[in-house]
């Protein structure tokens, strides 16, 4: 819990969170989507992000799980913030 509200204390400046792990096996490090393997989420918006983690998405070349069971409303928070720091690389 300390850890969580020095987290936030910091305004969540997009360190990356152990979750992303889980988005990095097929968006890529830079979350781009590896050359089309997975869609590019370093463009999505924390909304989107939001709803896809939550609610899974079906794609061409796939379907997203829904992870709303496994994670948190704080750590879905941090893992949005982390993905938009991606937008620049």
Same mark, same amino acid.
């Given at each position: 819990?300390?850890? !969580? *509200? *020095?987290?936030? *204390?910091?305004?969540?400046?997009? $360190?990356?969170?152990? =979750?992303?792990?889980?988005?990095? =096996?097929?968006?890529? *490090?830079?979350?781009?989507? &590896?050359?089309? &393997?997975?869609?590019? !989420? =370093?463009?999505?918006?924390? $909304?989107? !992000? ?20 496994? &994670? $948190?409303?704080?750590? !879905? ?7 938009? $720091?991606?937008?620049?690389?």
């Amino acid at each position: 819990a300390e850890d !969580i *509200a *020095a987290y936030v *204390a910091s305004g969540m400046k997009g $360190t990356k969170p152990a =979750s992303f792990a889980a988005c990095e =096996s097929c968006h890529g *490090a830079d979350g781009k989507g &590896m050359n089309g &393997m997975a869609a590019n !989420i =370093s463009e999505y918006d924390d $909304t989107l !992000i939001s709803n896809v983690v939550k609610h899974g998405k079906k794609g061409l070349l796939g379907t997203m799980p829904a992870f709303h069971d496994r &994670m $948190t409303p704080v750590q !879905i928070k941090a893992l949005a913030t982390y993905i938009r $720091t991606l937008k620049g690389e």
